[in-house]
């Protein structure tokens, strides 16, 4: 509308307002008059003519008013349509709520909406009218099927509606229109924009196919169903763009989108070529060059994809996306760091690349030497986006890599109540697991309690997303080490079908269950398939331990060195190689190593176990015995423990402080050859030879590589002359031990005498 038309009508609704107000009072005027007059007629008839002229008076007055008002409704349709819309409304608005006082209202409003296109605009009057009449209408419960409206009645009633952003109206007006007027371009176009308002793209797909039924080769159809196809994975989308070729209506946007179609049905050639043509008839479009350049990153063609990243940049320097893009293909480029996280900061400022290109951009931070600004954009991320899950679960893995347990636990302690996302749950179970891992007793049996809760963070995660191949991996990491091997090898299947094969974590996983079931040909072939993806601390700490399960505990060393190397914090490989040490009676570097991990993780009592066995093979006999009366405290069952505290009292000369603990572990462990061992060295210490050469056979029973035991029974035959089988004693010793000396000379001398018999 006109500045001046809108004026005029906006003073002419004013006037009528006016007029009709003046009318009103005259006519209440008349009304108290007449009352007056009967009584004046009956009391007062002196002044019945004075009455009378005043009657006169005031009907005149009503009569100009009347023909002032008539005259402006008669030459002011407007104002006309707002005062019969005005007064259909206050009936309905007083009470009087039939169907026909609704449906002249409804005339009323809405009659003058013109039926040709659904993006109408309403003048204030017709907005404030209509606010009215919905209003009133939905407080007495009236729909559009209740009141029987027409064809033509529905699509107003909808026009109306739309543009109040009534959207319940509008759906039923519009599909009630739909009924009447099957055929109608504009009652599809309203239905088709109600989906759109709700956010129903399937709703929305099928009233833009139903326009194109009508009008197949409407271009600007064609083109949208097209993206709406595209957004919702539909190859057939490529239809709509053929279609535009063959009607030589195709434009470089729309090759553009070919190639967005191409490659996401994994033909990237085609998809280049694509969006090559499209810059060839237009390269002044910033997208075409993003897009362009997305698609040469994901070819791993860098460099071009480098030089088109920066003319959409050259064209519109404020597109996030490919400032996000440049920061992704320089990051990995030597000395070209301080680019990279200029690129990264104006991705971040413009808030574009998510919580990755955050992260990248405090990796950058920290390449560059600034290790507390990178924390400090990582701590600033999490405050100003605290509802980004995917941002709170990256800091808080990263956290948890570096050994942060409990920074990474703050972290999700921090999460808002209203946020539930997987990959919350899946840091949340490698914390159960990171915890299991530095708690674990000295017999190296991992915290049932904190892998069930491991196993409930990772079905969490499932429960929200059944598609998260990481969730099944922990999942089967979690089964595996509470010795389910079947399900664990259920769920690494899972994860391997949604992970894909190339992914190493998978081939990772495989092999340590492959350990566990004993398959070392297996495990081999699996950390090979994970080491072409490259080399990593994970990989070499696996291959240590299939060295240990093929009995070679020095290339084991070798293989635990090069993850700590890589990754000092590693706990079950410095765990590992503290056993291959202590295996290969390295007791100085066992004890180095042992400190090395209980700095890391004090509580970790099978740590303490490990030091203190190093400090007694080191002659350390009283730090070895506080060492392992702390397992004990920790682990009272533990008979390894039990055991070499008895040692450790017998080389400390108290006897009687040694038969305690070795009795308890015989009561544990009856087939613990090291206790009968050490309860023979004990009952020799005081001189029951016979009770001690029981003990020793009997450890010899329990392990029949147990050389010291074998050398104290030989010990005691030999002593107590009995030739025949100290001889078979000396024999079984260097049967392990061919270079054994004292075996050799002892069995000589048996010899000799046996010899001289």
Not at 356 to 374: F, P, Q, R
Not at 538 to 554: C, E, H, L, M
Not at 683 to 703: C, G, N, Q
Request: with cysteine; aromatic share 4%.
């Amino acid at each position: 509308m006109e500045p001046i038309t809108f004026l005029l009508v906006g003073l002419s609704v004013g006037a009528a307002s006016a007029l009709a107000w003046n009318l009103y009072h005259a006519r209440n005027a008349l009304q108290r008059v007449s009352d007056r007059t009967l009584v004046l007629s009956e009391s007062q008839g002196a002044h019945a003519k004075q009455t009378t002229d005043a009657l006169v008076a005031l009907q005149k007055k009503i009569d100009h008013y009347d023909s002032l008002l008539g005259a402006i409704r008669a030459t002011k349709p407007n104002v006309d349509h707002g005062i019969r819309a005005h007064q259909a409304i206050a009936a309905l608005e007083s009470g009087d709520v039939s169907t026909a006082t609704a449906i002249d209202a409804i005339d009323a409003v809405c009659s003058s909406v013109p039926l040709q296109d659904i993006d109408l605009q309403l003048s204030s009057m017709q907005f404030e009218m209509a606010s009215r009449l919905f209003g009133v209408l939905n407080k007495n419960g009236m729909t559009v099927l209740s009141l029987g409206l027409s064809g033509r009645q529905s699509l107003q009633v909808g026009l109306c509606a739309l543009y109040l952003q009534d959207l319940v109206w509008a759906e039923d007006a519009f599909g009630s229109a739909h009924q009447s007027l099957p055929g109608n371009d504009v009652v599809l176009k309203g239905l088709e924009k109600v989906a759109i308002l709700k956010g129903d793209g399937i709703l929305r797909l099928h009233w833009l196919e139903s326009q194109l039924h009508l009008d197949p080769d409407n271009p600007e159809l064609l083109r949208t169903h097209a993206h709406i196809l595209v957004q919702q994975g539909d190859e057939n989308a490529e239809k709509d763009v053929r279609r535009l070729e063959a009607l030589g209506l195709d434009t470089p946007a729309d090759r553009s989108l070919l190639a967005g179609l191409r490659h996401r049905a994994g033909s990237a050639n085609e998809a280049i070529d694509a969006i090559e043509q499209a810059l060839a008839e237009d390269n002044t479009k910033s997208e075409y060059w993003l897009q362009y350049a997305e698609l040469l990153h994901e070819a791993e063609e860098s460099e071009r994809a480098l030089e088109a990243v920066d003319q959409c940049l050259n064209l519109d320097r404020q597109i996030g996306d490919a400032w996000a893009l440049r920061a992704i293909l320089l990051s990995v480029k030597q000395g070209r760091e301080k680019e990279a996280l200029k690129a990264a900061t104006h991705a971040v400022a413009l808030d574009c690349g998510g919580a990755k290109l955050i992260v990248l951009k405090a990796d950058l931070l920290a390449e560059t030497g600034d290790l507390m600004a990178a924390e400090a954009c990582l701590e600033k991320a999490i405050d100003d986006f605290p509802m980004d899950a995917e941002l709170r679960s990256i800091v808080a893995s990263r956290r948890l890599s570096e050994g942060r347990i409990e920074v990474a636990q703050a972290l999700l302690d921090g999460t808002p109540s209203t946020i539930d996302h997987p990959e919350l749950h899946i840091v949340e179970g490698r914390l159960h697991l990171a915890r299991a891992d530095r708690q674990r007793d000295g017999t190296g049996e991992t915290d049932q309690l904190l892998l069930g809760s491991a196993v409930k963070s990772f079905e969490a995660a499932l429960q929200l997303n059944r598609e998260t191949g990481v969730a099944w991996l922990g999942l089967a990491r979690t089964q595996r080490l509470l010795k389910n091997l079947d399900e664990a090898g259920n769920s690494l299947d899972r994860a391997r079908r949604l992970l894909g094969d190339t992914d190493s974590s998978c081939s990772i996983e495989a092999a340590m269950l492959a350990i566990d079931l004993n398959d070392i040909h297996a495990a081999t072939r699996y950390i090979d398939a994970a080491e072409i993806q490259g080399s990593g601390p994970t990989i070499a700490y696996v291959r240590g331990n299939v060295a240990i399960k093929s009995g070679d505990p020095k290339r084991a060393i070798a293989m635990y060195t090069d993850t700590l190397n890589e990754k000092p914090k590693h706990i079950r490989a410095r765990l590992n190689r503290i056993n291959c040490y202590l295996a290969l009676d390295m007791a100085v570097e066992a004890k180095e190593d042992a400190n090395i991990l209980l700095s890391l993780a004090p509580e970790l009592t099978v740590a303490v176990f490990a030091r203190a066995d190093a400090q007694s093979r080191l002659a350390e006999w009283e730090e070895a015995k506080e060492g392992f009366l702390a397992v004990l405290e920790q682990a009272p069952h533990h008979y390894q423990a039990l055991t070499k505290l008895g040692a450790c009292y017998l080389a400390l000369d108290r006897p009687e402080r040694a038969e305690g603990p070795i009795n308890e572990a015989l009561r544990l462990a009856p087939d613990h050859g090291d206790a009968w061992h050490q309860r023979g060295m004990l009952y020799a210490a005081w001189e029951k030879y016979e009770a001690a050469l029981s003990d020793f056979e009997a450890a010899i029973r329990a392990d029949g590589n147990n050389i010291h035991a074998r050398v104290q029974a030989a010990a005691i035959h030999h002593a107590s002359n009995n030739v025949e089988q100290a001889s078979a004693g000396w024999r079984g010793v260097l049967a392990l031990e061919p270079d054994h000396p004292l075996a050799r000379q002892r069995l000589q001398q048996c010899e000799q005498q046996l010899a001289s018999i």
